[in-house]
């Protein structure tokens, strides 16, 4: 890229608050596109709740794999792997 004006102006416009995370916005901007709404929904919002979320997405990201070429999960599959975890916890809270 020969204008770096571009690039800053990227780089402020898809920043993220914490350090590795782009990618998990990403997914959940894509779950949304493809599940027209925001993940979670039903769920309660306490701690035992969070909880319950963080052990299962710790559980399913380690079950899913890195599609060759990629190096990183793709929004996609992260957007499945909090459809997968909604799933569960709704037939485990239910």
Request: aromatic share 14%; charged share 25%; net charge positive.
């Amino acid at each position: 890229m020969s204008d770096s004006r571009f690039m800053w102006l990227w780089l402020r416009a898809h920043a993220t608050p914490f350090y590795d995370t782009y990618w998990v916005e990403r997914g959940l901007k894509e779950f949304e596109v493809i599940y027209k709404r925001k993940p979670f929904p039903a769920l309660a919002n306490d701690a035992q709740t969070k909880a319950h979320i963080e052990a299962a997405m710790r559980q399913y990201m380690q079950k899913t794999i890195v599609h060759f070429g990629e190096g990183r999960l793709n929004p996609s599959t992260i957007a499945w792997v909090m459809w997968k975890v909604e799933e569960e916890l709704s037939n485990v809270i239910a």
